[in-house]
């Protein structure tokens, strides 16, 4: 039976009402989804009953029947281990109740009569956190009562003077008979098994990682036992997951002031999201004006995105891996993987193909990481962190300092040299090199680094800007007792976690200066240096030796070390024209220019036509906000579209001014995958004859 979470809907309504008291929301959307949900709530004890009298599964049986076992078998033992013996009064008085009591059993075994052993398997599911449908269903009411009867004819013979081992050796299997003991410790719990997971983890964060995935697991299956999670448990938890808003856990409240919120259950986030998806949903399908492709983007653009299945993916392989753990550390003897990548993927698409509204979908938020514009890598190199900031904690505002630290050097490394930021942040003193007279760095070579793959190790030269800007006197000047290049973003933190906090700084620095972007993240400094490479000529093999891919029989580490001198050349083909000085005042090199052809960048907005083509553009500056094209295609039905002050024109006339636009500007296209391919789609026609 899927497992039901303790709160359905509990008090729903006044967090919808909370939520909607937040938002500017129409009143009448607010009260129509509030008005829904009502009617949920005065159905939810019919939903929970339906769900309720469905049939326990057989490998919840089998558990509630080996709970039953262990529990009376330990009591039996702790008896005959006890200091107090029974005189032999006792003993048969003892007995002759068992007797009665068996023949009471098949008695009620005739009449079908289970409400004797029913406190026994309320008990038991209790105790591994199985609910018990009652009445007792005549199969588990059946085989419990012949259970109970033979407990009571091993009891008899403890009675006798037999040790229990010898006598329950019957109700027991090989497993359990060859350790009793383990067996009479009861069932492998999940939470027991997520702590022995996170205790036994290889880092720290892979226990905060297995913390969380065992978190969302206990939240929709309970504390129940590892022996009676089957396929289809996974699956329905699966399902719970996908669910789940990509930002769950972000919005509890807490800081340093306040750190005392509670944080909502994925259950009641889930709910929330359900909800504020409804209500936006109203208000977009009772526009009758819009085509239903316009109504599906614009749902893009507002639904709450749920979580990838790249991270749905790892979950699963967390819940794997506590379940081996379990096998490893815990003495757990079942099923220790349930569902491939594949068919998990493959049960979400089927369970969600089952709804037919073609206003449904399953919203994500992916990265797809574009190389950073010269307008970004412009603003970046001539801010206030590389051309003086008013303090350490101020990098963004202009001022008379220029703090060479992380923050200076990381995006350079990563900008000029395409290697990852953990790379980077790992870096020593005596990974600055001199190999076949180029000055290098060794990424990833020496034992304590952590890498990806094999093929991240590797020799690269130092690019000419770093050697101009004094990076090689930097790293000189360094205390003699530090041995890290950047130690601190590596405090307190465990080597796996070190890049995503420093990112996270990363990022709040870079909304200061107005750079931050989702898909041209920090990461896609990256990308950057290698498509320049690519623009430029550079061979793919030397590329992917550079930025640390597998590539194919080359091992990368001999492979850079025995062409360090070539891959100098081809990475100062990456040309970031800037020009550096030397500050007399600060007493190291600084950037005076950089001479990239910034243009200015233009935001492109999309309407869609029922066929998925674009009905209407608008251009916008976005410095000074100004509208550059508002024009709708009339190659098709001209008079429908007529919504708005529009300039109409033909689909090629409307290419040919966004050609145009884009030689002065820099366009930003939608990220809403249907818009930004209807607007690719229709700059073709600036190519036609």
Not at 287 to 314: N, W
Not at 334 to 349: A, E, P, S
Not at 644 to 666: F, M, P, Q, W
């Amino acid at each position: 039976m899927k497992r039901l979470p303790k709160k359905i809907l509990g008090s729903a309504s006044n967090r919808f009402l909370r939520f909607s008291l937040q938002t500017d929301l129409p009143l009448d959307a607010v009260v129509r989804a509030g008005c829904l949900l009502a009617v949920y709530e005065q159905r939810e004890p019919e939903i929970v009953n339906a769900v309720i009298k469905n049939e326990i599964t057989p490998e919840q049986a089998l558990a509630l029947l080996r709970e039953m076992l262990r529990a009376e078998l330990n009591r039996i033992l702790v008896e005959q281990n006890s200091d107090c013996t029974l005189s032999d009064q006792e003993a048969y008085a003892r007995i002759e109740a068992l007797e009665n009591e068996n023949k009471a059993l098949k008695a009620a075994m005739r009449k079908r009569d289970w409400s004797t052993i029913e406190p026994a398997l309320l008990a038991a599911g209790e105790t591994i956190s199985i609910p018990v449908p009652t009445p007792v269903s005549t199969d588990i009411g059946r085989r419990a009562v012949a259970q109970q009867r033979q407990i009571n004819e091993v009891e008899i013979d403890v009675l006798d003077g037999e040790d229990i081992r010898i006598a329950a050796s019957n109700l027991l299997t090989d497993d359990e008979n060859k350790d009793f003991d383990r067996f009479i410790e009861g069932e492998i719990t999940l939470s027991g098994a997520i702590e022995s997971a996170v205790a036994n983890a290889t880092s720290q964060d892979m226990a905060n990682k297995y913390t969380a995935t065992g978190a969302i697991a206990l939240e929709f299956w309970g504390d129940i036992a590892l022996s009676t999670v089957t396929t289809e448990n996974v699956k329905d938890l699966m399902w719970f997951v996908q669910r789940i808003p990509a930002l769950h856990g972000k919005k509890h409240g807490n800081n340093r002031f306040v750190k005392d919120r509670q944080n909502a259950t994925k259950q009641e986030e889930i709910e929330i999201a359900d909800l504020h998806d409804g209500t936006l949903r109203a208000q977009i399908e009772a526009d009758e004006l819009l085509p239903l492709p316009e109504k599906r983007a614009r749902l893009a653009e507002v639904l709450v995105p749920r979580l990838a299945m790249t991270t749905i993916g790892h979950h699963l392989d967390r819940l794997h891996a506590i379940f081996r753990n379990a096998q490893e550390t815990l003495g757990y003897k079942g099923q220790i993987r349930f569902l491939t990548k594949n068919k998990m993927h493959q049960h979400i698409k089927v369970q969600n193909e089952k709804n037919k509204d073609p206003l449904f979908f399953r919203k994500e938020k992916p990265k797809e990481r574009d190389s950073w514009s010269q307008e970004r890598l412009k603003t970046l190199l001539m801010s206030p962190v590389y051309n003086g900031c008013s303090s350490d904690s101020r990098r963004w505002k202009p001022g008379p300092m220029i703090i060479r630290d992380a923050k200076y050097w990381v995006p350079l490394l990563v900008m000029t040299l395409g290697s990852r930021i953990l790379e980077v942040l790992q870096l020593k003193k005596t990974d600055l090199i001199v190999h076949d007279g180029v000055l290098s760095l060794r990424l990833g070579i020496t034992a304590e680094h952590r890498v990806k793959t094999s093929d991240s190790k590797r020799v690269l030269p130092l690019p000419q800007l770093l050697i101009d800007l004094g990076f090689v006197e930097w790293v000189h000047s360094l205390p003699a007792q530090q041995r890290l290049l950047f130690p601190s973003p590596a405090q307190g933190a465990d080597i796996a976690a070190i890049s995503g906090n420093f990112g996270k700084q990363l990022k709040t620095l870079f909304t200061r200066l107005g750079i931050a972007d989702w898909h041209e993240d920090f990461y896609a400094l990256r990308k950057t240096m290698s498509s320049a490479l690519e623009d430029a000529g550079v061979p793919e093999n030397r590329r992917q030796a550079i930025a640390g891919h597998a590539g194919g029989t080359t091992i990368n580490r001999s492979y850079t070390r025995r062409n360090v001198s070539t891959l100098k050349s081809e990475l100062d083909k990456f040309d970031l024209k800037v020009t550096v000085g030397f500050s007399e005042r600060l007493g190291h090199p600084i950037i005076e220019s950089c001479d990239l052809l910034a243009k200015p960048g233009a935001n492109v907005e999309v309407e869609l036509d029922a066929d998925e083509t674009a009905r209407v553009v608008r251009i916008k500056s976005t410095q000074c906000g100004k509208v550059l094209v508002n024009a709708r295609s009339i190659d098709t039905h001209p008079s429908k579209y007529q919504i708005g002050n529009e300039t109409g024109c033909t689909s090629k006339e409307l290419a040919v001014r966004l050609r145009k636009i884009s030689e002065d500007y820099h366009l930003r296209l939608p990220n809403t995958p249907q818009r930004r391919q209807a607007i690719e789609s229709l700059m073709a026609y600036a190519y036609l004859d």
